[in-house]
């Protein structure tokens, strides 16, 4: 890898159309989220202790890789590299350009490398990562269980997924003015039957008013 090359640290790999009205679901996602990039930390800034926190107790190897899934501003970049430490890789993969340009400057201050890729099919090999981390990912997919499942794909045996949000599903669906509804994909009986039908074991499911923090280990 070439630090002086002005394309570092990202790597681009967006894979064809999955699957029909693929282009339409990605179109859209990338149009909603690149009209949010620039002011995403504006607005969100308040949270990254939360985010910092919720890593540090979720057990990362040091030495590791830790790959951040749909990373937007890359505000889990730098908890990502104190969790793994200067001899740890830290990759963050998102498929909107313009969150990537907003998280440039942290990949570079924490020696991260940027996916422009699709997480539900991940330039990575089988079994190559330690950890992967989503905060606000499996909400946004058309399948979250396929997203799962390309997530274990890429996680070594004993590995680790962390879901999480800065706020609860509770506080966030009033947020967004709609009602909490138990079939969404990150209620407990959801989340807890997808994760083991994608090869995760959950084992912490937390959904308070303050965060929703859920960690699940590979088979
Ligand atoms: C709610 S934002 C969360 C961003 C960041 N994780 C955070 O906590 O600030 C969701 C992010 O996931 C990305 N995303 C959604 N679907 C994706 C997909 N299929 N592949 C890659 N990135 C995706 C969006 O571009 C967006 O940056």
Known sequence: MDLHDPEWPVIRHMDPVLVPGDRW?????????????ATWDVKFGSDLPAYASAIAESGLVV?????????GT??????????????????GA????????????RARQNGA??????????????????????????????NPANGLRELARITRPGGRLVLFHPSGR???AARH?????????????VLRVST????????????????????????
């Open 170 to 172: 509770a506080v966030l």
């Open 177 to 189: 003015g709609r009602r909490l509804r138990d079939d969404e994909p990150l209620a407990e009986p």
């Open 94 to 105: 998102d498929h909107t350009p313009q969150m990537l340009a907003e998280a440039s400057v």
């Open 74 to 91: 890359g505000r889990a970049l730098p908890a990502l590299r104190a969790a793994v430490g200067p001899a740890g890789t830290v990759l």
């Open 113 to 142: 490398f940027l996916m422009l890729a699709d997480v539900r099919h991940l330039p990575l090999p089988g079994r190559s990562v330690d950890a992967v981390f989503a905060a606000g990912l499996l909400n946004h997919l058309p």
């Open 25 to 37: 679901y990605r179109t859209e996602s990338r149009a909603f989220f690149a009209t949010r990039a």
């Open 63 to 71: 030495g590791g890789t830790a790959v951040d899934v749909g990373c």
């Open 196 to 219: 083991a039908e994608t090869g995760w074991e959950l084992l912490r499911y937390e959904d308070g008013p303050s965060r929703f923090y859920a960690v699940a280990v590979r088979g």
